[in-house]
């Protein structure tokens, strides 16, 4: 029942949908993998630059990425999608490789909320 329950944590729910997990390859989640899967998925995504960055993404058909620039500018993003805006550490608290995923409103795509550098990422050879 911490600071930031109700508003993030009280609306998951348990999966209700079956899912058969000794028959799915799951090998791409191994460290050693990972990250390539995880680049080309920020690679793939199609970008939204600048200041309605966030109107432009709902314009876009499948997964998106949306610029941050700093702290203040991430902050403001997260606001509007109601994206959990905490900075810890020098990045985003929900971020791996300063790149925060989250789907909003649909299952359907993923929003990637990252800083636009391959280099700031971590992940150069993208």
């Given at each position: 029942m911490g600071q930031f329950f109700k508003q993030y944590l009280e609306p998951i729910k348990l999966n209700d949908v079956h899912v058969d997990w000794k028959s799915m390859d799951l090998a791409y989640l191994m460290e050693d993998k990972y990250l390539s899967y995880f680049a080309k998925i920020v690679s793939d995504a199609k970008p939204a630059y600048g200041a309605d960055a966030v109107l432009k993404a709902f314009?876009?058909?499948?997964?998106?990425?949306?610029?941050?620039?700093?702290?203040?500018?991430?902050?403001?993003?997260?606001?509007?999608?109601?994206?959990?805006?905490?900075?810890?550490d020098g990045i985003p608290r929900t971020a791996y490789k300063g790149v925060v995923v989250f789907r909003h409103q649909t299952h359907r795509r993923i929003f990637l909320l990252g800083p636009d550098s391959p280099r700031l990422l971590g992940i150069e050879h993208v």
């Amino acid at each position: 029942m911490g600071q930031f329950f109700k508003q993030y944590l009280e609306p998951i729910k348990l999966n209700d949908v079956h899912v058969d997990w000794k028959s799915m390859d799951l090998a791409y989640l191994m460290e050693d993998k990972y990250l390539s899967y995880f680049a080309k998925i920020v690679s793939d995504a199609k970008p939204a630059y600048g200041a309605d960055a966030v109107l432009k993404a709902f314009n876009i058909d499948g997964d998106v990425r949306i610029q941050y620039n700093d702290q203040a500018d991430f902050e403001r993003i997260a606001r509007q999608f109601g994206v959990f805006e905490e900075w810890k550490d020098g990045i985003p608290r929900t971020a791996y490789k300063g790149v925060v995923v989250f789907r909003h409103q649909t299952h359907r795509r993923i929003f990637l909320l990252g800083p636009d550098s391959p280099r700031l990422l971590g992940i150069e050879h993208v």
